[in-house]
């Protein structure tokens, strides 16, 4: 007889939030409590999550944050994913296996899509032609701009190009993730970020747990 966990349907849960929301810590919180309850976990992130896409990771998140065009960006966030979608997510899907990704395509709608210009048009072409999936669930850690910037660049990752454009890029990426709430209702879900770690993973656990 098949064990469970080989008979569970895949699923694919996102994680989004500006840069420094706590969204990385609430990812293995939730890989971390998903193990113990039996279910095998894939934790991944974007850019990267592949060796091809963590290539292409360093050429995006690293040096002067005018390094690329709007456009060419958004060409190395969509090559990134295609490669990780077909070398990790997909494959781990077909197993069964929970997919829990820090960042996925809502990220581009966002950073790409409604604050480098209005490139949202090409980004929804891009995905629909290279892309094609959405998650299961999306978890949107909100979080207020200014405490979430103190704290990423207080990690001093030298991967700071997009939190260098300072303040109101921050603020307009919040507003967007919000409005995304409302775009895909039945898919994400927005937790309130400025509250203890602990608190905040009892909520991420409340969201996905009726979800498997
Ligand atoms: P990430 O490693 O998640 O940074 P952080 O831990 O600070 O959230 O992502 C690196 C940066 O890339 C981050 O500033 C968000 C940005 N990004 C985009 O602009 N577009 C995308 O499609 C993705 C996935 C990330």
């Given at each position: 007889m098949s064990s469970p966990s080989n008979t569970q349907r895949g699923q694919f849960i996102t994680f989004e939030g500006i840069d420094g929301s706590g969204k990385s810590t609430q990812v293995r919180s939730l890989e971390a409590r998903l193990s113990a309850s039996g279910r095998t976990v894939l934790r991944t992130r974007e850019p990267g999550g592949s060796p091809g896409a963590e290539d292409i990771r360093r050429l995006l998140v690293e040096g002067d944050p005018e390094k690329w065009s709007p456009e060419t960006e958004l060409l190395l966030f969509t090559a990134a994913r295609r490669d990780h979608l077909e070398k990790t997510i997909e494959p781990a899907l077909t197993k069964g296996e929970v997919v829990i990704s820090d960042r996925f395509a809502d990220s581009t709608r966002i950073y790409q899509?409604?604050?480098?210009?209005?490139?949202?048009?090409?980004?929804?072409?891009?995905?629909?032609?290279?892309?094609?999936?959405?998650?299961?669930?999306?978890?949107?850690?909100?979080?207020?701009?200014?405490?979430?910037?103190?704290?990423?660049?207080?990690?001093?990752?030298?991967?700071?190009?997009?939190?260098?454009?300072?303040?109101?890029?921050?603020?307009?990426?919040?507003?967007?993730?919000?409005?995304?709430?409302?775009?895909?209702?039945?898919?994400?879900?927005?937790?309130?970020?400025?509250?203890?770690?602990?608190?905040?993973?009892?909520?991420?656990w409340r969201a996905?747990?009726?979800?498997l």
């Amino acid at each position: 007889m098949s064990s469970p966990s080989n008979t569970q349907r895949g699923q694919f849960i996102t994680f989004e939030g500006i840069d420094g929301s706590g969204k990385s810590t609430q990812v293995r919180s939730l890989e971390a409590r998903l193990s113990a309850s039996g279910r095998t976990v894939l934790r991944t992130r974007e850019p990267g999550g592949s060796p091809g896409a963590e290539d292409i990771r360093r050429l995006l998140v690293e040096g002067d944050p005018e390094k690329w065009s709007p456009e060419t960006e958004l060409l190395l966030f969509t090559a990134a994913r295609r490669d990780h979608l077909e070398k990790t997510i997909e494959p781990a899907l077909t197993k069964g296996e929970v997919v829990i990704s820090d960042r996925f395509a809502d990220s581009t709608r966002i950073y790409q899509g409604a604050t480098r210009g209005d490139l949202r048009p090409m980004v929804d072409e891009l995905h629909r032609l290279m892309i094609g999936r959405e998650p299961d669930l999306t978890i949107i850690i909100d979080m207020d701009p200014q405490a979430a910037l103190t704290r990423g660049l207080a990690r001093g990752s030298g991967e700071d190009r997009f939190e260098d454009f300072g303040l109101p890029f921050q603020k307009a990426l919040r507003d967007g993730f919000l409005k995304l709430a409302q775009e895909f209702p039945e898919r994400c879900v927005i937790i309130d970020g400025n509250h203890p770690v602990e608190t905040v993973e009892e909520a991420v656990w409340r969201a996905v747990s009726p979800r498997l």
